[in-house]
């Protein structure tokens, strides 16, 4: 470590504690200009036996407590690696290096686990439900999509807990440590707009070697720290996956790639279906989607473009809803209901079956009106459909709301089992 | 037909025909127009310049991306049209307006971008009014907005700004920011005004339907936007993203979104409710949101810092404004998730509706389509929902994806994937089957499902079908074959485990052990192979080469709680008992709350220092288990999904609970006594799972059952410390929670001997096999008491029976031999004292299969 980067650090550490409370704003809004701070709070971080490393714990977990938000998302930014710090040291068990590191992520995380009053934080968010109205749609537009055995289960909105509530910790156990992570890094993900690029590729580092230590991939990686293969449990990869996701669009192009893959292939190794699914569903969202990479500071890469507003799919294929009209509609008229098929499913559409692999073909649309009418009885009108077509929108409402208690009613009475069959 | 129509009516059904584009019909009504009076002359020019105008705009319909250029010949007789209405001057001034603005388009279209400023600068556009006009005045002048725009952006800054003229500033001290935020306005407007008269002119429509019901005219074909209101729609919020102005481009999109939807607008709203999804699970964070009724921060990091002066909020207002969702009780997110979940559903009820069902070759295009926004919205669906750990609403979202999925590999591997993560095993291991169909190089499929059959389900057959589809990839497998040789070691393990015949036990265990030597050696750095070679080293007393193994192990991976465990058991077997416990208590220091450790550490203390301590650690074992269930709140945790799902977890409740087995007190891993035993554990641990996340994972499935067994354990170490009301008391616990259980009749049983009840314990045992009918230590104690009854032939009968189940119970063969010897059956009764001998020699204090086998 250079002496320059010494002073930096150690004048950064005098500066906080000479500082008067009502300038702590001030100085929070400061702290980005000083540019060579960072970098050698960094070198600080990674290099081994540091003597700076314990009072720079000390002052980044200070800066926590403070509360003032700028001032803890300083911090933050140093938590991928912080966690490396801590993983590292602790897979090479040698205790002593890393306790002012454990030390910090234990102070943090016993800071957010409670709120102002000292009450145990739960996180939940509301999980919407198309069937109550909101500021983006209204019910009766949306049709009794929602109307799945499941939807009607937790009809309207529920709240659901996803982190909470958690116990305080005095020490890293090896049964605790993910778990404290995987809430540190929670913590993390809730801030990442305000992280630096530096720190989005600490993060991908940090996956990428949790990820691949110990196994064949770190050859081809070409990492040579520890080698020894570090547990990893799927919570964990899964917030991980959550950081790359953010870097992966906000120009990590590289890093970020790499380190989802390596998240990928340790998933599948550890045979880890959470991880697995996030996973995947973010690389084939990203396939196709040009992501640029960017060495300038700021530039994301969201962007968009105009797209044409007609349907692209022609008029004469066979969908979801056309097929609801041959089946319930005689004449050629305007068919404002835009109710799906998920309430007649099991009526209209036996062809697709789920295991799809005898799926019958169809000759076309025209040819499927005759068959389909033939073959279903006339009393298997769960819904009332063909009653439905109206223009008169409130009027279809308020039928519509009938039919879906009618079927609300027959769950009710026992025949869910029904339904059941038909998915 | 040629009826002539009174003024006004002629005048209306103009305008219908305007705002409902049928310019087919306008030549025929100007005949009838002009014939009526000679001022009229001038609005037929318009009307006829107009009518060409846009037919010819709908047979040569302008690409995005591409600028028009240049006179083109069939426009020559449109511009003569609109000078010779223009050049008289005898319009009405509304007229007049609207055919500057035609004329406006038309110099756009002909590529003469200065002359259409020109035009529009003659128009007060701001000034012409949207309450009360035509609806086909409002599609005008928001596609005017939309045309000026498009002008400014290609008329360059530098020369001199016709658009100032009509605002009245001064052209000077302009820079570009304030010419961009020009263009911006306009583009804004064209949007706003393009939506109310999309509202508008759907309700004309259907209006004007139900006048003439019974006649279904060409009316009935769908508004088209056209490149000009597209523009107008999209252009805006395209310049926000692109200049890196995230807050105003969301903004944008919510305005739009908020606007209540109709038939034209609903391929758009999808395209943006999923492109905002996009934006609030890629660009966003939980600090960095505001919801869609607040106002956006002043300061965002989602804006691009680089460029200074774009944080201007909308500074224009118009008199009227497309209609916008209300009411009471509006769901409003107040988190990104929260967003993007609401925006993903619609998104999601869209693109499902628009599934195309049929496979004809014609229309393979249109199902690559219909896939392909389906995917996009389902991926983003799995992002949002995982990233909050609800995989069992995911698992539902998924299954309705099904429609678009024949053979589509990735829709049934997310599928499966979500289904396992729910907890609903069985339908994932179906599902998975599909999936190695549809990818049969892929080792990783193959080896979830045998997880499943191995973990939650104790499908060992299906399992080994799985494990041997792994072993046969052979090198294609790569990292994976060794994973294949577990797999399948363990399902033979498993299989020994469960069982009857001894033959059929010892080929499992040699199949088993043949399986994890392969393993060992092919991935020789993976601390399971290395331990699972030791625990079936160890089940089959081979006890000084699994201690070998699992040093191995403990080198690969030195704090693994499963072959710390191990360890101590296999010092246990060696009657090491002190270093044991020592390693029992080094392995607690690490996992604290590991019940199945501290199981083990009561029998060790009870042996080494005493009940007295073995209690403090029951003791404690109760403190560790109210911290942690009483903490998790299992109301909030998780929703089930189904009703039978509901219907279940109704039942959990505490009393009502009537499983004849949990989890056996002597083995960890799931242990299939009989077959219907299994099957209600299989139904209790989907519910176990159906509990969510939330729930730590680790430790026995149930929290109850958690409870019952430490409540058995104190038991235990009370019947051997001879206080049998303590016991008593402490089996009443356990039976409270499960009062069937084979465990709890078992120690009542014990009690009851305790006491000297025997015909009471008798029956207790009795009870207790008629429930588990191979529960060993019961047929040991039934068989001993039928021993001191003198009912030798029925006592053998027992205990030669428990030797079947499980050969290594060294406390059977000795009762076994002391019930031939009272026989008179000398020479097997020695045979049977030596095998005893022997067991004990290498007995664990419990036994080695309380540790859990899983993948």
């Known amino acids: ?154 009809h309207g909105l529920s709240r659901v807990v996803y982190s909470g509530p958690h116990l305080q910790r005095e020490n890293f156990t090896a049964q605790n440590r993910f778990e404290v992570l995987t809430f540190l890094l929670l913590c993390y993900n809730a ?30 990686r070409r990492y040579k720290g520890i080698s020894t293969r570090l547990t990893v449990t799927s919570e964990f990869l899964v917030q991980l996956i959550t950081g790359i996701h953010y870097a992966l669009c906000s120009g990590e192009v590289d890093l970020g790639s790499k380190a989802l893959d390596d998240v990928l292939y340790r998933a599948q190794l550890e045979l880890l279906p959470e991880a697995l699914l996030v996973g995947n569903a973010i690389k084939s969202s990203l396939h196709g989607a040009a992501l640029k990479s960017n060495n300038k ?18 008029r004469n294929a066979v969908t979801s809803l056309s097929i609801r009209g041959h089946r319930w509609k005689r004449h050629e008229s305007q068919e404002a209901s835009v109710e799906s098929d998920a309430a007649v499913g099991g009526v209209a559409i036996p062809d697709i079956s789920v295991t799809g692999t005898s799926g019958e073909r169809l000759p076309n649309g025209e040819s499927m009106r005759p068959r389909l009418d033939g073959r279903a009885p006339p009393d298997c009108d769960p819904v009332g459909g063909a009653s439905e077509v109206s223009l008169d929108l409130r009027g279809q409402e308020v039928r519509r709301q009938k039919s879906v208690r009618r079927m609300v009613e027959n769950e009710g009475s026992g025949t869910a089992s029904t339904g059941r069959s038909q998915y | 037909m040629t009826a002539r129509k009174s003024g006004s009516r002629l005048e209306t059904e103009i305008e219908r025909c305007r705002s409902e584009s049928q310019w087919d019909k306008i030549p025929e009504l100007v005949r009838q127009l002009s014939a009526k009076l000679i001022s009229n002359d001038d609005l037929g020019e318009l009307l006829l310049g107009e009518c060409k105008l846009q037919t010819y705009l709908k047979e040569n319909p302008i690409k995005q991306g591409a600028s028009p250029r240049g006179p083109r010949p069939k426009l020559v007789e449109v511009r003569k049209h609109l000078t010779a209405a223009l050049d008289r001057g005898n319009l009405k001034a509304d007229y007049l307006q609207e055919a500057s603005l035609l004329m406006a388009k038309l110099c756009y279209v002909e590529g003469e971008h200065r002359d259409a400023l020109g035009h529009y600068s003659r128009v007060i556009l701001e000034d012409m009014q949207l309450g009360g006009a035509p609806v086909y005045r409002l599609s005008m002048i928001a596609e005017a907005y939309a045309t000026k725009g498009l002008c400014l952006e290609k008329v360059p800054a530098a020369s001199p700004a016709l658009s100032n003229q009509n605002t009245g500033s001064p052209a000077s001290n302009r820079s570009a920011t304030d010419r961009e935020q020009d263009i911006i306005t306009c583009y804004e407007k064209s949007g706003d ?49 692109k200049n890196g102005n995230l807050t105003r481009g969301v903004g944008r999109f919510r305005e739009i979104l908020r606007a209540v939807e109709n038939r034209t607008t609903q391929s758009l709203r999808m395209t943006i ?39 201007i909020s909308k500074n224009y207002s118009l008199s009227r404004r497309a209609r916008v969702y209300s009411g009471e009780n509006l769901f409003c997110p107040q988190e990104n998730t929260e967003e993007a979940l609401l925006l993903l559903l619609i998104s999601e009820s869209m693109a499902n509706r628009d599934a195309v069902l049929s496979r004809i070759p014609e229309h393979n295009n249109d199902r690559i389509i219909s ?32 429609k678009f999925a024949f053979e589509e590999f990735h829709l ?138 699992v040093r191995q192990a403990l080198q690969l991976q030195g704090d693994d709680v499963h072959s710390l465990h191990l360890l101590a058991l296999l010092l246990s077997a060696q009657k090491h008992y002190h270093d044991a416990l020592n390693i029992i208590e080094m392995a607690l220091s690490e996992y604290p709350e590991n019940f199945n450790l501290l199981y083990t550490k009561v029998k060790l203390e009870s042996m080494c220092r005493g009940p007295e301590e073995a209690l403090l650690t029951c003791k404690h074992m109760l403190q560790i288990w109210k911290s942690f269930y009483n903490l998790t709140n299992p109301s909030d945790s998780g929703r089930g999904s189904s009703l039978l799902d509901r219907a279940i977890a109704d039942r959990r409740q505490l009393n009502a609970m009537t499983l004849p087995d949990f989890s056996d007190l002597d083995t960890g891993s799931v242990h299939a006594t009989s077959i219907a035993a299994s099957r209600v554990e299989q139904a209790l641990s989907e519910v176990a799972s159906s509990m969510q996340s939330s729930a730590p994972k680790h430790g026995p499935m149930h929290p109850w059952m958690t409870l019952a067994q430490i409540w058995l354990h104190a038991a235990e170490v009370y019947t051997g410390m001879s206080k049998p009301a303590e016991a008593s008391a402490c089996t009443q616990e356990a039976s409270n929670l499960f009062p069937t259980s084979h465990n709890v009749l078992y120690m009542r049983g014990q009690i009851a001997e305790l ?73 097997a009764a020695t045979e049977c004292f030596l095998t005893a001998l022997e067991l004990e020699a290498s007995s664990p204090i419990l036994p080695f299969t309380i540790i859990p086998r899983a993948l």
């Open chain 2, 755 to 827: 006491r000297g009840n025997i015909e009471e314990a008798k029956r207790w045992y009795e009870e207790s096999l008629s429930i588990n009918p191979t529960h060993v230590k019961t047929m040991q104690r039934l068989g001993l008491i039928l021993h001191q009854l003198q009912r030798y032939s029925l006592s053998e009968k027992v205990l030669r029976d428990a030797v079947q189940v499980n050969s290594t119970a060294h406390d059977v063969w000795n009762s076994l031999g002391e019930v031939l010897q009272a026989q008179g059956n000398a020479a």
């Open chain 2, 193 to 241: 005004i393009a939506l109310l008269y999309l509202q508008e002119a759907e309700k004309a429509l259907s209006a004007g339907i139900q006048n003439r019901s019974p006649k279904p005219g060409p009316t009935a074909q769908d508004l088209e936007l056209g490149y000009f209101l597209e523009t107008g729609l999209q252009r805006a919020h395209v310049i926000h993203f």
């Open chain 2, 412 to 549: 049934w591997y997310q599928l499966a994937l979500s289904l396992m993560a729910a907890g609903k095993s069985a339908r994932a291991v179906k599902v998975l089957k599909e999936c190695i169909r549809l990818k049969p190089d892929d080792p990783t499929i193959p080896l979830l499902a045998v997880k499943l059959c191995i973990g939650p389900l104790h499908w060992l057959d299906d399992g080994e079908c799985f494990a041997n589809i792994v072993i046969d990839m052979g090198e294609k497998a790569a990292e994976f074959r060794a994973k294949g040789y577990l797999a399948i070691g363990l399902v033979y393990s498993l299989k020994a485990t469960d069982a009857s015949l001894r033959s059929t036990q010892e080929e499992y265990q040699r199949k088993a052990l043949g399986a994890f030597q392969r393993a060992q050696s092919l991935s020789p750095t993976d601390h399971l192979a290395a331990f699972y070679l030791a625990l079936q080293l160890a089940v089959s007393r081979q006890i000084p080469e699994a201690l070998g193994y």
């Open chain 1, 297 to 314: 500071e700021g530039a994301r890469s969201i962007q968009v473009e105009i797209t044409p507003t007609s349907s692209r799919i022609s």
């Open chain 1, 1 to 154: 470590m250079l002496a320059m980067d010494q002073g930096v650090v150690e004048e950064w550490l005098s500066e906080y504690k000479t500082l008067p409370d009502n300038a702590v704003s001030n100085y929070a809004a400061s702290l980005k200009d000083k540019g060579a701070l960072i970098p050698a709070l960094y070198k600080v971080m990674r290099e081994n036996y540091s003597d700076l490393l314990e009072p720079v714990c000390h002052q980044l977990f200070e800066f926590y407590r403070s509360g003032e938000p700028q001032l803890q998302r300083f911090t933050l930014q140093f938590l991928p690696e912080l966690l490396w710090s801590l993983l590292s040291v602790s897979a090479a068990r040698d205790p002593h290096t890393s306790g002012c590191i454990e030390a910090l992520l234990l102070g943090i995380y016993n800071l957010e686990i409670v709120d102002k009053d000292g009450q145990s934080k739960i996180l939940s968010f509301t999980v919407p439900s198309l069937s109550k109205p909101s500021v983006y749609h209204e019910p009766s537009a949306i049709g009794s999509i929602a109307l799945t055995e499941g939807a009607l289960a937790n």
């Open chain 2, 371 to 402: 896939l392909q926004s389906a995917s996009v919205v389902y991926d983003l669906l799995t992002i949002a929902l995982g990233r909050r750990g609800q995989y069992e609403m995911l698992s539902e979202c998924l299954e309705r994806a099904m």
């Open chain 1, 191 to 220: 801030a990442l707009s305000y992280m630096t690029a530096t720190s989005l590729q600490s993060l991908c580092q940090l996956s990428s070697r949790v990820c691949i230590c110990g196994y064949p991939r770190q050859q081809l």
């Open chain 2, 273 to 311: 409710a999923r492109q905002l999804a996009e934006i609030l699970l890629r660009g966003m964070c939980e600090q960095s949101y505001w919801s869609p009724l607040e106002d956006p921060p002043t300061v965002s990091p989602l804006d691009d810092p680089t460029r200074q002066g774009h944080t």
